[in-house]
């Protein structure tokens, strides 16, 4: 059973306007969340991330929104711009009781910005 | 600085064949992780290690052996390969676990025919 889950497989979105990516996760335990992007022939690349104690967290472009109480993350990027073209991973975590921590990955989102 | 490499990038096996995955990285991370990437299925975690000398078995680690002999290196085999484990290998490290950001290789593609 998927417990972290993203429900669209690809996204289109005109450059300069806002592209938000969406995740929901079924295990409440999950305390740590990150998102990753990842272009063709390349390894995922760590893009940000958000603690449960927080419900946003930004980095220039980027902000991440956490509604803990609906399990939901979404990850906005304002302005889209060509080079984000990619796909995006959202992960979670739990990091402690003697959990190991491990990410657990969605399926991943493919974001198309067009020009 | 590196970061992490992962050898070869690619490679062809016949049913049966053996093969090991080599994965280096320079950041002296103690966390180690190998992942598997196919299509609409995200990554998922083989097998990990929290330092060296250790190794533990993560979602799907049949089919798969792993060895930590260096802080650096985290190798992964395959004893006998199945057409099944044709994927795209990931290789990360972190300093910490989870509530730390991972990095990654740039993948092993293996094809199993």
């Known amino acids: 059973d998927q417990q972290v889950k993203q429900n669209s497989p690809s996204l289109s979105v005109q450059e300069g306007r806002i592209s938000i990516l969406n995740c929901d996760y079924t295990?409440?335990?999950?305390?740590?969340f990150l998102w990753y992007k990842k272009y063709p022939a390349e390894g995922p690349t760590f893009l940000i991330s958000i603690s449960s104690i927080k419900d946003k967290n930004e980095d220039g472009r980027f902000t991440v929104f956490l509604n803990k109480s609906a399990k939901h993350l979404s990850l906005h990027i304002v302005p889209s711009q060509p080079g984000d073209s990619a796909v995006y991973f959202c992960a979670a975590s739990m990091n402690y009781g003697g959990s190991q921590g491990n990410l657990i990955f969605g399926k991943g989102t493919k974001l198309s910005v067009k020009p | 600085n590196a970061g992490v490499t992962q050898t070869p990038k690619f490679r062809v096996l016949k049913t049966g064949q053996s093969m090991t995955l080599l994965c280096a990285q320079d950041?002296?991370?103690?966390?180690m992780y190998w992942y598997r990437q196919d299509p609409g299925m995200g990554l998922r975690l083989i097998h990990y290690s929290v330092g060296e000398g250790t190794t533990a078995k993560g979602e799907v680690p049949d089919g798969y052996n792993v060895s930590r002999l260096k802080k650096q290196n985290f190798l992964l085999g395959l004893e006998s390969a199945a057409p099944s484990q044709t994927s795209v290998y990931f290789c990360a490290s972190s300093f910490f676990t989870g509530n730390t950001e991972a990095f990654f290789g740039q993948g092993t593609r293996l094809t199993v025919v």
């Open positions: 295990n409440s335990m999950f305390d740590y």
């Open positions: 950041m002296n991370h103690e966390y």
